[in-house]
């Protein structure tokens, strides 16, 4: 089981899935081994494995995970929004091998497709911004 925090801000339910969950290319797809699990407050979660879609939402970032591999998840199943994922995976194999003929969810990797910037990282934007402002002055 792994849970992933997005901060304070946490990420949006907005129009189609939301969230995508790359399973390691390996064997056989097994996404329903998975369930996939939304917090807002981190102690009481809510499964919203029932949305799994295969449409999957192109999300920056996100280039190099097999899609044959993911599955998508719709935030609506739980609310507007949410701080914690939360993925919990149901193996059958030996221990450690789950590359080698175990079987189950091998996790590779989770995106979202709207979480919101810190206040740093907009001040850290706007620094940017401005640093080539100035270096844009300069040069005319
Ligand atoms: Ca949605």
Redesign the pocket.
């Given at each position: 089981m792994v849970t992933y925090d997005f901060g304070p801000s946490g990420f949006l339910?907005?129009?189609?899935?939301?969230i995508v969950v790359y399973e390691t290319q390996w064997g056989s797809e097994e996404s329903s081994s998975a369930n996939i699990l939304v917090s807002l407050d981190g102690i009481s979660y809510t499964d919203i494995s029932t949305s799994r879609s295969t449409s999957i939402p192109s999300i920056a970032g996100a280039t190099g995970h097999s899609l044959t591999f993911a599955r998508s998840y719709?935030?609506?199943a739980f609310g507007d929004l949410a701080r914690y994922l939360r993925i919990s995976g149901n193996v059958t194999g030996a221990p450690g091998q789950s590359n080698s003929g175990g079987t189950g969810f091998d996790l590779d990797a989770v995106a979202v497709a709207t979480a919101i910037p810190e206040p740093s990282t907009y001040a850290a934007l706007l620094g940017a911004a401005t640093l080539g402002l100035a270096l844009w002055r300069r040069r005319r």
């Open positions: 339910n907005l129009s189609g899935a939301d719709d935030l609506s």
